[in-house]
Nanobody, 127 residues
């Protein structure tokens, strides 16, 4: 499976917003569940959000509920992660994972060995 590519990271002040994108060149992501994970310096990788392939249902971990929104591009060739009201604790490398079962994502905080992972995009929230 082709490796996804993330983009949209950067430096933002607390309270600001960023939109991350996930794409796979020449690949329609609409057929697959897509998850976002992140890893902060010195911390374990953790789940952020997931969107299912069958019904578009979305899942969020508690740390980002109400602030982050996952969605698919209209042509379903990409997935977005809209991040609002960013906090310094959101600083991390964010990874897109294709074909990651949302049922697994929602059932556990563990990162399971599923899917194809991108190389990540850095998000830094700092004043």
């Amino acid at each position: 499976q082709a490796q996804p590519r993330e983009s949209g990271g950067g430096l933002v002040q607390p309270g600001g917003s960023l939109r991350l994108s996930c794409e796979v060149s020449g690949f329609m992501l609409g057929y697959y569940a897509i998850a976002w994970f992140r890893q902060a310096p010195g911390k374990e990788r953790e789940g952020v959000s997931c969107i299912s392939s069958s019904d578009g249902r979305t899942y969020y971990k508690d740390a980002v509920k109400g602030r982050f929104t996952i969605s698919r591009a209209n042509a379903k060739n990409g997935v977005y992660l809209q991040m609002n009201n960013l906090k310094p604790e959101d600083t991390a490398v964010y990874y897109c994972v294709t074909d990651y079962p949302c049922e697994k994502f929602s059932a556990t905080d563990s990162v399971e060995p599923f899917g194809s992972w991108g190389q990540g995009t850095q998000v830094t929230v700092s004043s």
